[in-house]
């Protein structure tokens, strides 16, 4: 089975059309056969049992594997022992180190025994906010190895983000560190998670990682990292899982509540993340893949663990960011280690691309074949940087559009097999029928046409619920358009079937490649004693993409002297730095309907600097507001 890894590999544009052809006439053959890359202890019962309405999903039930050993254990028995697994850059320049499958296997399995140790059992959910350490992907397949469920909070979370997680999943050991290195800062993780702490019953236990040396003293019960793993053997044999129990949880942010967490699934989850990494990026054998995304989103996930450890690759981490020591660090990094795939998010391309060329022309970036953007729409301008300055007009860049929710990609061109177009994600995967509705919700054929986004049939790594809510799964995702999965994006379609995401059509907004739900964040605002009302939406922004837009009401505008500190500070402790507005406006009233909801429709054209042209304000409970409104913006 394992000596046809290559056999999945799509080479030319003709395999794609006539694999595609085959992926939606006959999804349970196309997937049952792609699945037999990976190593089932038992084979399946049934390849799929769907029911989009009820979203009821499953795939490959009753059948037996562990995603750790496939990830691990089955290139090792293949031989490929020695072949380096992961190659960790580390924030100082000065620092980094390589892991082989064996020395993977060893870390892996001794973690597990400090998880069993520690009392953690198959089903337990385990959560983990880590900086980008070579330990954080450890514990992630430590997890998998002993069947815990993994909850990964990305650790630029604020204390009560990260203890509303917890909670949720009702996690019982969290695994942290003292610090973390950022650029030329350091960040006191571990008096974030004590904040946390506070508020969370369910923790059994705390462990530890010394990553700053940071000289701090345990409380009570806490144990470190090292000292865990000096009592432990070091091999631990892998839990067989069922293909639907839950691999992981993921939380990603809603337009309305509490953030989501996605529930993912063991056996599609890997085989559609093992075939999708494969053919978008074209890995071959001996390539260096990297992509810079922090494992604590679903992009690490996917495609820094699992689907490149599932097909044997050298899969890079970097704990640091592109700015540091300076603007050339990624091309630096692209150099020392001879990337061959780069993967990387239209922010990232944006802000680089504002230094001097000087930083990217310094390094040889001859190692590179493929380039890959993801997280937001890419504009042309970004898309022609990216490919003349890094790829030097000879790499294609796989534009890949999926979500937290998806599991995998979705929508992208697969490098050196079908051809890219900026600005366009362009074709769907394997197995993935996209579909656009018109404003009445009625599916329609047109092309060179602007819809709202769906897809017409679930794929192996589709989440299959929301943590504790399944009917918020149903409503958010399955009710809008019945019998189909609803993404919550706009898309336009071109005469050759080519998509192009637009953007949210709902009130998330993607603020450099990060999904924020406007509401939750305004009900942070709304916090503030002398805050009466908010509302925030977001307008396009040269480097972010998207920023976010407040318009705040105050109480008493006497007390206005710190009110965007205040505000940006509550954001900060509540929910993290990045959900923090670009610009806060203090505004007398907001415009509302007769039925009194805000028409976000008309701040977001005040946000991107409209002075008239509002359309018909008549309606407006207080149309007289929208100008004073523009006066102040
Ligand atoms: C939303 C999902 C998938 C990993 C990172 C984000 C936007 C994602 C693209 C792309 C245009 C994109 C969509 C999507 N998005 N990739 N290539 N082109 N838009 O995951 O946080 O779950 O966000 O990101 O709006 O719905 P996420």
Same mark, same amino acid.
């Given at each position: 089975m394992y000596k046809d890894k290559n056999k999945a590999h799509i080479r030319t544009e003709n395999q794609y059309k006539e694999e595609y052809k085959k992926s939606v006439e006959n999804h349970d053959l196309f997937w049952s056969e792609k699945a037999n890359r990976l190593n089932w202890y038992k084979e399946w019962d049934r390849i799929s049992d769907i029911d989009f309405e009820k979203a009821h999903i499953k795939w490959f039930e009753g059948a037996k594997l562990n995603a750790s050993y496939n990830c691990i254990d089955r290139h090792i028995e293949n031989g490929d022992g020695d072949k380096c697994a992961i190659i960790w850059e580390g924030n100082n320049p000065n620092e980094d180190k390589h892991y082989t499958y064996n020395q993977l296997l060893e870390e892996v399995s001794a973690f597990a025994n400090v998880l069993k140790s520690n009392n953690i059992k198959k089903g337990d959910r385990v959560c983990i906010y880590l900086p980008m350490v070579p330990e954080l992907a450890v514990a992630v397949l430590a997890c998998a190895r002993v069947g815990a469920i993994h909850s990964v909070v990305f650790a630029g979370f604020s204390s009560s983000a990260l203890s509303a997680r917890i909670n949720d999943a009702s996690c019982k050991m969290i695994l942290t560190s003292d610090g973390s290195f950022r650029g030329n800062k350091i960040i006191d993780l571990k008096s974030i998670v004590d904040e946390a702490l506070k508020d969370?019953?369910?923790?059994d236990s705390v462990i530890v990682l010394n990553?700053?040396?940071?000289g701090i003293t345990l409380n009570k019960n806490e144990k470190w990292w090292n000292d865990e793993l000096d009592k432990v053997d070091d091999y631990f044999p892998a839990e067989i899982m069922d293909s639907e129990d839950p691999l992981f949880i993921l939380y990603t942010s809603g337009s309305t509540g509490k953030p989501k967490g996605m529930v993912h699934s063991s056996g599609g989850y890997m085989v559609y993340t093992a075939y999708s990494f494969k053919n978008v990026f074209d890995y071959d054998d001996d390539d260096i893949y990297w992509c810079t995304a922090d494992i604590g989103w679903i992009t690490g996930h996917s495609y820094i663990v699992y689907g490149p450890l599932l097909n044997g690759a050298t899969t890079m981490m970097f704990e640091g960011v592109p700015s540091y020591p300076d603007f050339g660090r990624f091309w630096e990094i692209c150099e020392k280690h001879k990337v061959n795939q780069f993967y990387t998010a239209p922010t990232a391309i944006r802000a680089l691309a504002k230094h001097p060329l000087d930083f990217v022309n310094k390094y040889d970036l001859s190692s590179l074949k493929v380039l890959g953007t993801v997280g937001e729409p890419i504009n042309e301008e970004a898309w022609n940087w990216y490919n003349e300055n890094i790829g030097k007009n000879k790499c294609p860049i796989v534009d890949t559009w999926w979500q937290t929710e998806t599991g995998g990609i979705m929508i992208t061109s697969l490098a050196n097999v079908t051809k890219g177009k900026p600005t366009f994600a362009t074709k769907p995967m394997m197995g993935i029928q996209p579909v656009l509705f018109d404003e009445n919700g009625n599916e329609f054929d047109e092309n060179n046409k602007n819809g709202i986004l769906g897809i017409k049939y679930p794929w192996p790594?589709?989440?299959?619920?929301?943590y504790g809510d399944h009917e918020r799964y149903k409503n958010v995702?399955?009710? !809008?358009? %019945?019998g189909y999965y609803f993404p919550g994006d706009g898309a336009f379609r071109d005469e050759e079937g080519n998509y192009r995401i637009t953007g949210r059509v709902d009130d998330v907004v993607i603020v450099s490649g990060h999904n924020l739900g406007t509401a939750p964040i305004e009900d942070v605002i709304n916090m503030h004693d002398n805050v009466v009302e908010s509302a925030l939406v977001g307008y396009p922004h040269d480097i972010k993409g998207n920023a976010l837009y407040a318009f705040v009401i105050l109480?008493?505008?006497?007390?206005?002297?710190?009110i965007n500190s205040e505000i940006n500070q509550l954001i900060s402790k509540s929910?993290?730095?990045? !959900?923090? %507005?670009?610009k806060i406006q203090l505004v007398p009233g907001l415009p509302k309907t007769r039925s009194g909801k805000i028409m976000r429709r008309i701040l977001r054209k005040i946000a991107c600097g409209e002075k008239d042209n509002f359309g018909d304000i008549s309606t407006l409970l207080n149309p007289e507001i929208v100008e004073q409104i523009v006066k102040g913006s």
């Open positions: 969370c019953d369910c923790v990553r700053i040396n940071s790594s589709i989440a299959r619920t929301i995702y399955f009710s !809008a358009y %019945p109480k008493d505008d006497s007390k206005k002297d710190d929910i993290g730095p990045i !959900a923090k %507005p670009e």
